[in-house]
Every structure is written in structure tokens, then in C-alpha cells.
């Protein structure tokens, strides 16, 4: 069986991670408190080992399995979404989520239906289960990486955070603005320009990675359209 080639999110994670790599061993990168709750959070997640079962099905060894790729990928899109890591602890954050985006609804799907879909949906012929082999190959590097970062927080050790290059996106769609008024409940509705009420694009997409922008085709720019940072990064192309 020939090797599977990694996606684009996988290729992107790995220039993501050897950018932070880069930084660390430059001594330009220092944990804030945000950034340390976050890494640590992560890293618990990549090191949690697989629960131990006598006489298991191999079916229920897979589940195990994409069950920790998808924890993986909720922890980091909840101190993503929670606005408060550095720009480039952010930018690692998107990067590991958009690479674990396969196993955002598998093995457990969210329990409402209006709970987030991101990226395009696929056919019903291609909703075959996520890769489980090609996401473990991700968790030996994440995990010496999160350890790395988590070192530079000791205590004592002073915040430092470097400069990180904002990006800018074009996207044809709409984007859906998610909430949980209740626990498992969710609510969703769709964002549209505050000028001529457009829901559909062509936007705009700008991003420091502290603070996201849509530009609509009539020219308004929004900086308050209340969406969570996932949900403008997770459905955007993979580049």
C-alpha cells in the first residue's frame, strides 16, 4: 500500500510548528499565563494514553483512538475561541485544529444539529470515517512541541511574545455564528454585512490573529460581527 500524501492542513501544521520551533530557539517566544493554561491543556490531551481493555474489538480500539484526536481538536479550538492566547500561540492553536478537523463530529457527533459544521460538507457516498492512522502520525512531534512551550513558562520566567504576520483570505459562503444558550443546546445563525444585509459573500477575510475582519463586496468592513475565531479560520480554503 503506497503512503498516503498529507493534506494541506497536515503541510501547514508542520510549517506552523517549525515556525514555533524556530521561535523557541531563538529565545522569542515565552509563555503568557493564557498561553501556558492552553498548551498545557493540549498537551494533556496529546499524552493521554489510550484506555487499557482486556480482550477489546478492534472497533472499539479505533474509537478510543479518534476519540483522543478529537479531544485534541475541542481543546484547541476552546482556548482559541476563548480570545485570550498570544497571536502566535493562536496561530499553533488554528493550525493543530484545522489538521484535526476530521474528527470534529467523529466518533461522537455534536448532539444538537445546528452544532458547527465547519468547511464544506461532504456527499453522503464520501462520509467515511477520518483517517485515525494519518492523525496519530501528527501527535509525536505535537507532543515534544507542547512540551517545549510549556518548559518556558516557569515560573519566574518573563512573558515574551514575537511579532506574527497577519494573513488575508478571499471566501465565497456564508459564515454561521454559533452559541450554546444551554448546556447541549445549540443555537446558530447566519452573519450578513451591516451595510447592504449580504450573507453570501464575497468577503473579504483579514486576520492579526487577535482580531478578525470581513470585508463585503460593497465596500463596508465589520469588525463586530460577533463570530468566534474558528468559525472564520476552520472554513476558510486550506492553503
Avoid at 464520501?126 to 513558562?153: C, H, K, Q, V
Wanted: proline share 10%; with cysteine.
Amino acid at each position: 500500500m503506497g503512503k498516503t500524501e498529507p493534506s494541506g492542513a497536515a503541510r501547514a501544521l508542520t510549517r506552523e510548528s517549525e515556525r514555533a520551533r524556530q521561535l523557541l530557539a531563538a529565545g522569542e517566544w515565552r509563555l503568557s499565563s493564557a498561553d501556558a493554561q492552553a498548551v498545557t491543556a493540549v498537551r494533556t490531551r496529546l499524552l493521554a494514553p489510550l484506555p487499557t481493555r482486556r480482550a477489546a474489538a478492534v472497533r472499539i480500539r479505533a474509537t478510543d483512538r479518534d476519540r483522543r484526536l478529537q479531544r485534541i481538536f475541542r481543546t484547541a479550538v476552546h482556548h482559541l475561541d476563548a480570545g485570550a492566547v498570544s497571536p502566535p500561540a493562536a496561530a499553533l492553536l488554528a493550525a493543530v485544529a484545522r489538521a484535526l478537523m476530521p474528527w470534529h463530529g467523529a466518533p461522537n457527533p455534536p448532539r444538537a444539529a445546528a452544532a458547527p459544521q465547519y468547511g464544506i460538507a461532504p456527499e453522503p457516498t464520501e462520509r467515511a470515517a477520518p483517517p485515525t492512522e494519518a492523525g496519530e502520525a501528527l501527535l509525536p512531534d505535537l507532543a515534544a512541541l507542547f512540551t517545549a512551550l510549556a518548559a518556558t513558562s516557569a515560573p519566574g520566567a518573563v512573558p515574551l511574545t514575537p511579532p506574527v504576520e497577519p494573513w488575508q483570505a478571499r471566501y465565497q459562503g456564508r459564515f454561521r455564528r454559533y452559541t450554546r444558550p444551554a448546556p447541549g443546546v445549540w443555537a446558530a445563525e447566519t452573519g450578513g454585512c451591516p451595510e447592504c444585509g449580504g450573507k453570501d459573500g464575497p468577503w473579504t477575510v483579514t486576520c492579526d490573529w487577535r482580531q478578525a475582519t470581513l470585508g463585503c463586496a460593497c465596500g463596508a468592513v465589520s469588525r463586530e460581527h460577533g463570530l468566534a475565531f474558528s468559525e472564520i479560520w476552520l472554513v476558510l480554503p486550506e492553503t
